[in-house]
C-alpha cells in the first residue's frame, strides 16, 4: 500500500454492519451442453486446435431468482482471475423457489461441433418443486410459458443430450417425457407408473442412427425425397434413461415403450427405504448413483448389477457430475465434503477400476448441486470429443452457504504439458491440489444511499428497509481521531443508526430495482411488471411516513406501448436527478427509458427514448475498442435528434420495418449537474441523453462486455467513466465526443493488483466535495471502485508519472511504465455498497459471512469416538 503523504486523503468511514442482507441459498447449478457430433459427417470440425470457451453458468436459488453468470475472460482468453461473473438476473416469481435447471439449445443444427453456444441459442427450463415446469426467455428476463407434469410436484428434470427430450420425474411415480424440438414445449408420452417418487433422472448414451433403422420400406427409383427426409430425422436417438427413486431402488428405462428393463436395489439401513438423490451415466453405459446412506455406486446397465461401492460420505449424497472426458465422478452432499473417483489401472489385467482419489471441504453446509465446465456427453468411443489436455476443466459447486465455489479439476496423470489454471488462484491446476475460490454473494442493485438524507435503503424479494446514519460532529472530540481509508477496520467510525422504514409489499415476482432520492423525499421500487413510487415526509420527531402515488402507475403506462393488458410498468434500473427534481428508470420488459418530472402536482413523463429497441448500427458496433482505441473521434449518428420525428406523446418515431429489440437496461448515471443522463444495456450499447434539452446526444462504440458500473467524474460532468466486470476502464468526452488520450492513459497504467483481482468490481463512487480540484494537489481528483474484498482509490490525473525503480521492482518488472498515485484497501470484507454521504464521509456496507452462516442451521458434524 502507498503510504506517500501526498497520496493521503482523510476520510471518516462508517462501517454499516447493520443491514441484514440475507442472500439465498444456492439450490441448483448448469452449464449448457455442447451441441452432438453429426453421424455423417455433416457438420464438419473446424481444423487445428480451438481454444477453450466457457459457457454461461445458471445459479438457481431458494427464492425464486436465477443467476446468469458469464465468463469475464475473452474469447480467446483460457484464463481470467475473476471467472464467472453475474450478468443479470431471472426474477422469479414471489414466492417461489429453484429445485431443478436445464439447459437446451434451441436449434442444435444451426451450430457446429466446436461452438458453444450462447444465450442466443439456449432455452432454459426450471421447477420449483410444485406441478409446473416453466420455461424462460433469457432475452427479456421473464418467464415464457408454463406447462404442467401432469403427474404432481417434478421431483427432477434433465434434457437429451440432442436437445429434442425433457424427462421429468415426477410425484406420482411416472416419468413423462416433452417434447422441446423446434422450439416447442409439449407433452410426448409417460412411463409405466411405480410406487415411489422419482428423485433422480439420466439419459442414458445417444445412439447413432443406422441407415437400415431410418428406411422403414423400400426405397423407390426416385428416391430423392426419402433421402431428403432422412436427412431432415435426428442422427441420434435415445435408447433408455435410469431414475432414482424413494423406495431403494434404480430404474432402467425404455424410451421407446416407457417401460422399466431392470431394477437395481441399493443397500437399507435398519430397514428403512434409502433415497436415491443422484444418478448419472458414462459413455460405456456405466451407471453411477448416490443415496442417503453416502454411498456411492457403479453398475454395470447390461446385466444392471452393481459393480463397485464406496462408502465416501457420512450423510445424504445430494449431487454429482462426470468430468468433460469421462475419466472422473464428482459427488457432494451434506456432510460438506466434495469426493473425487477416478479410473486406475488394475495391476494384473489392463481393465480399469473406479477409486476414490481425493476428497475435499469447500463449503461449510450442505452443497446441492454439482456442475462441470466442459460438460459431459456419454457418447461411444468413436465421436467422443478431444478437449485441450492444458487446460484444465472448472468444478463448480453451490449449497446452503449462499456461494458459489469453483475449482479447478484437472486429473494428476497428465505430465506432458504443463496444465493451465482457468481460475489463476495457483499454479496448481489438479482438483486435489489447487486452491478453490469462493464466488462473492453480491447485492446487486438492493442497496441504494440517500446523501443528503443520510439514508441506506436495502431491498428485499418483497419489501424494503431504510435506515438513517446519524451526523457525526465536524471537529472531533477530545481524544477522537479521524481515520483515513487505509485506518485498520477497528477505527473506522461505526456510530449511531436507527431504522426508520420496513415495509413488505404486494408484488408479482421478486422485487427487481429501487431508488432512494439524495433529499430522502421519494423511495421507488419495482417488480418485473410494476413500479411503485412513494413519496417520504420526516417529520418534527425524525419519523419516517411515506404515502403511495397511487396513479403512478397508469400516468406510466399511458406511456409504455404494450401488447399485454394491462401493460407492464416495471424498471430494470432507477436514478434521481441530483436535485431530486426528476427520475429517470428503464423499463424491464420494452426496453424504453422514461424521463419522470416530479416537481408537479402528480408525477409527468417529460420523454419516452426508444433508442436501446433499435437494431445495431454499422457506425457504433466497434468491439475490442480498449485495445485499439487513443483519440477516436464518435461520429455521432444520431445528432439530427432535435429534428426527428415525435410522436404525439413526445416518444421518439419507431422505423416499422424494423422489429424492435428487447434488451435489459441495468445501468443508469446522472451527472453531478444534472445535465447529461448514460444508459448501458446487456448487449454492450451506452447511449448518453442530454437531460436539459431531454434529447439524445450520442452513442458509444459497443465494447467486448457488458458495463458492469458507470458514473460522472464530479471535476468534469461531461467525462463519463466505464467499468467492467474484468476489472478495466474506459474514460469518454461526451462534450468532444471522444475517448481522450489521457483516459487511454489512464486505463493502461492500472496496477495488475486491481486488474488481476479475483473479486470483480461492483461500482464506484466520487467524493462529492470535489467539485473543483485543489491547487498544488494531484491526488485531489479520484475515483473510488470497489469489489467484495477491496476498495481501490485512484488519481484522476490527467498524466501518469513514469514508474520509479524502487516501484518497478515492487510491480514486478523493470520496464518503465506509466503510474499514478493509488491504494489497494482489503481489509474490509465482504463489501455490499460503499458511496459517499457527505464531504469527506464515507459508507461501507458489509455483510461478515459469518453473520449470515448464523441465520442458518448447525452444519452436519459427526464426532470421532476417541477424537480429541
Known sequence: ????????????????????????????????????????????????????????????????????????????????????????????????????????????????????????????????????????????????????????????????????????????????????????????????????????????????RTQQAKLKSKPTQDSDESNDEDDEEDEWSDSWLVTGGSDSSLRKWDVTS???????????????????????????????????????????????????????????????????????????????????????????????????????????????????????????????????????????????????????????????????????????????????????????????????????CLMREAGVTVWRIKSRPEEPEEGEKVYGLDAEPEEAYTGGWEKVLEMDLNVSTNLVACEISANGEWLVVSDLYETKLFSLHTDVKDQLHLKRIKDFTSILAAHIP?????????????QFTPDSSKLVMSTSLSSYVLVIDLTGEKPRVLRRFDHHRLRDSSHRAVKGIRKSIKDVEMVDGDAETDAEEKGEDGSDFEEEDSSPLIVNIHQLAISPDGQ????????????????????????????????????????????????????????????????????????????????????????MTFDPSIAVAEPGKPNSRYVLFYGTTWMFKVAFETHARLLGKKRRREAGGEEERPWRDYKMVTHYRPILYVDFLDKGELVVVERPLVDVLATLPPAYFKHKYGAS
Open 258 to 456: 416407457g417401460r422399466v428393463i431392470d431394477k437395481m436395489s441399493t443397500d437399507k439401513m435398519r430397514g428403512e427405504r434409502t433415497l436415491v438423490w443422484a444418478v448419472g451415466v458414462l459413455g460405456d453405459g456405466t451407471i453411477v448413483s448416490g443415496d442417503s446412506l453416502g454411498m456411492v455406486k457403479f453398475w454395470d446397465s447390461r446385466t444392471c448389477t452393481q459393480l463397485q461401492s464406496f462408502q465416501a460420505h457420512g450423510a445424504d449424497v445430494l449431487c454429482l457430475t462426470i468430468s468433460p472426458e469421462g475419466k472422473a465422478v464428482y459427488t457432494s452432499g451434506v456432510d460438506q465434503k466434495t469426493t473425487q473417483f477416478s479410473r486406475v489401472k488394475t495391476s494384473n489385467s489392463p481393465a480399469t477400476k473406479w477409486a476414490q482419489t481425493a476428497s475435499r471441504r469447500m463449503h461449510s453446509h450442505d452443497v446441492r448441486s454439482l456442475a462441470i465446465w466442459p460438460p459431459y456427453t456419454p457418447l461411444p468411443h468413436a465421436f467422443q470429443r478431444i478437449f485441450s489436455v492444458d487446460v484444465a476443466p472448472v468444478l463448480a459447486s453451490g449449497g446452503l452457504d449462499m456461494s458459489v465455489v469453483v475449482s479447478p479439476a484437472a486429473l494428476p496423470g497428465s505430465t506432458v504439458v504443463k496444465i493451465i489454471n482457468p481460475l489463476d488462484t495457483s499454479t496448481e491446476s489438479t482438483f486435489e491440489d489447487a486452491y478453490h475460490r469462493r464466488l462473492a454473494y453480491t447485492t446487486g442493485g438492493a442497496m441504494k444511499v440517500a446523501r443528503s438524507a443520510r439514508m441506506v
Open 562 to 574: 404494450s401488447t399485454s393488458s394491462p401493460p407492464s410498468t416495471g424498471a430494470l434500473a432507477f
Open 1 to 208: 500500500m502507498d503510504k506517500r503523504r501526498e497520496s493521503t486523503t482523510t476520510l471518516s468511514v462508517h462501517r454499516c454492519r447493520f443491514v441484514d442482507y440475507a442472500p439465498s441459498a444456492v439450490t441448483t447449478l448448469a452449464f449448457p451442453p455442447l451441441p452432438l457430433p453429426s453421424v455423417k459427417g455433416k457438420k464438419k470440425t473446424t481444423p487445428g486446435k480451438q481454444p477453450l470457451r466457457f459457457g454461461t453458468l445458471a445459479v438457481g436459488h431458494a427464492n425464486g431468482n436465477i443467476d446468469l453468470c458469464e465468463w469475464a475472460g475473452g474469447e480467446h482468453e483460457v484464463q481470467c482471475p475473476q471467472a464467472w461473473v453475474k450478468r443479470k438476473t431471472l426474477s422469479g416469481p414471489y414466492p417461489s423457489k429453484v429445485d431443478s435447471l436445464a439447459f437446451v439449445i434451441r436449434y442444435p443444427d444451426d451450430l457446429g461441433p466446436d461452438d458453444v453456444p450462447t444465450c442466443a441459442d439456449l432455452r432454459l427450463f426450471s421447477s420449483g418443486g410444485g406441478s409446473e415446469l416453466l420455461e424462460w426467455d433469457l432475452e427479456r428476463s421473464c418467464i415464457r410459458r408454463t406447462i404442467s407434469s401432469q403427474g404432481g410436484s417434478i421431483w427432477c428434470i434433465a434434457a437429451n443430450f440432442s436437445s429434442t427430450s425433457l424427462a421429468l420425474g415426477c410425484e406420482d411415480g411416472t416419468v413423462r417425457i416433452l417434447s422441446i424440438e423446434n422450439d416447442t414445449l409439449t407433452h410426448s408420452r409417460r412411463f409405466d407408473r411405480v410406487k415411489c417418487r422419482m428423485l433422480s433422472i439420466a439419459w442414458g448414451p445417444p445412439v447413432p
Open 676 to 763: 447529461w443522463l448514460a444508459s448501458s444495456d446487456e448487449r454492450c450499447r451506452t447511449h448518453v441523453f442530454n437531460l436539459d434539452s431531454i434529447s439524445h446526444h450520442s452513442i458509444l462504440p459497443s465494447f467486448a462486455r457488458p458495463v458492469q458500473a458507470i458514473g460522472f467524474e464530479p471535476t468534469n460532468p461531461s467525462i463519463l467513466v466505464l467499468a467492467f466486470p474484468n476489472n478495466t476502464v474506459q474514460i469518454y468526452d461526451i462534450e468532444s465526443r471522444q475517448f481522450p488520450a489521457w483516459g487511454k492513459e489512464f486505463s493502461d497504467s492500472l496496477p495488475k493488483r486491481f486488474t488481476l483481482a479475483h473479486d470483480p468490481l461492483l461500482g
